[in-house]
């Protein structure tokens, strides 16, 4: 497979996205356990997210060709729908298999797969709905509780509050350079609904608030008693 063709696949899973929840993964994996399971779950991880994002693309492929938007691989012709559905289904049982047999455990790996559930739900129905935020909030807790359950801790409401929040604030701002040609689509999540001053105030407040939780939790003066907490 040629640099071009990987790149392609890269892009496709919404690459930026994709390495930042798989390096928050790596990081908490760290802080709880060591480094290596830290590596097989951020692995597990990027695979679990290469199937949002690829299904993401496969579902708005035609969409993405209405409006001409040629930063994606599949309208600028580097794949085709049919290889990017492929590579999707051959990645799926894959992900699901590595989640639940690797070092998440069957718990942890079944409840990181809810937040790719969550993920792909959201693709295919709920950025019609105004509970689009609703996946977000799931996936977002689910990844740090994936991991708390993994080295059989309780994960703190906090982290679990603060995951839903930044996972929320970020459905916000993403959404807001596409509104006016979401709006075009018939796509009616709640950010297209309250449009872009309304969905700017929310994703601002919701950041504020993770921030204040951040200061009044546990590991706001010392990062690594996040190791203690049950």
């Not at 696949?9 to 990081?27: C, E």
């Not at 356990?33 to 994002?53: D, K, N, S």
């Not at 012709?77 to 049919?82: D, N, P």
């Not at 070092?103 to 969550?118: A, R, S, T």
Request: glycine share 8%; proline share 6%; hydrophobic share 50%.
């Amino acid at each position: 497979m040629s640099l071009i063709r990987v790149r392609a696949y890269a892009k496709a899973a919404h690459f930026g996205p994709t390495v930042l929840i798989t390096s928050i993964s790596f990081v908490l994996a760290m802080r709880l356990w060591w480094e290596g399971p830290a590596y097989l779950i951020a692995f597990t991880v990027f695979l679990g997210q290469l199937v949002i994002g690829w299904s993401n693309d496969i579902y708005d492929y035609g969409d993405d060709l209405k409006h001409a938007r040629l930063n994606k691989p599949l309208v600028a012709g580097e794949i085709t729908v049919e290889e990017l559905r492929k590579a999707t289904f051959i990645l799926l049982p894959i992900a699901v298999i590595a989640n639940v047999i690797g070092p998440l455990g069957v718990k942890g790996g079944l409840v990181y797969l809810l937040g790719v559930g969550c993920g792909i739900a959201y693709n295919f129905y709920f950025k019609f709905s105004p509970l689009s935020p609703l996946p977000y909030a799931v996936a977002c807790a689910a990844l740090p509780a994936s991991i708390f359950y993994a080295t059989n801790r309780t994960p703190p409401l906090w982290v679990l509050a603060a995951g839903s929040m930044l996972g929320v604030a970020f459905h916000f701002l993403n959404v807001i350079k596409d509104l006016a040609h979401d709006r075009e689509s018939g796509i009616g999540g709640l950010p297209q609904r309250l449009g872009k001053a309304g969905s700017s105030v929310i994703a601002l407040v919701l950041i504020a608030l993770t921030v204040v939780l951040f200061l009044n939790s546990p590991v706001s003066q010392d990062l690594s008693s996040i190791k203690l907490l049950k």
